[in-house]
């Protein structure tokens, strides 16, 4: 592959505000967080620490806490949209 991803991963990582819409991004895994903790708190922290392209687009983690509890959110992101994938606790 001609791409370094590791080199581009770091580079996505700390640009992502950039090219992504923060509003709606930040929404989503509000929304999708309060889902699955059944809470309405809002995830505090919130950052993104893995954004690697993929065949079918990019797989990008959220982490963040609610109530003191943290979370790891994976997404997929592609051509049709961000799609939550799964919510673990960390």
Do not use: C
Not at 9 to 17: A, G, Q
Not at 55 to 82: C, M, P, Q
Request: net charge negative.
């Amino acid at each position: 592959m001609v791409l370094n991803q590791q080199n581009m991963e770091s580079l996505l990582l700390t640009h992502w505000s950039e090219f992504l819409d923060t509003r709606k991004f930040m929404g989503l895994v509000g929304y999708d967080a309060r889902e699955i903790t059944g809470t309405e708190s809002r995830p505090q922290n919130l950052t993104i620490t893995r954004f690697e392209l993929t065949e079918t687009g990019f797989i990008l983690w959220a982490e963040f806490k609610i109530s003191g509890i943290s979370f790891t959110s994976e997404y997929r992101l592609s051509n049709t949209g961000l799609h939550h994938v799964k919510t673990i606790k960390a």
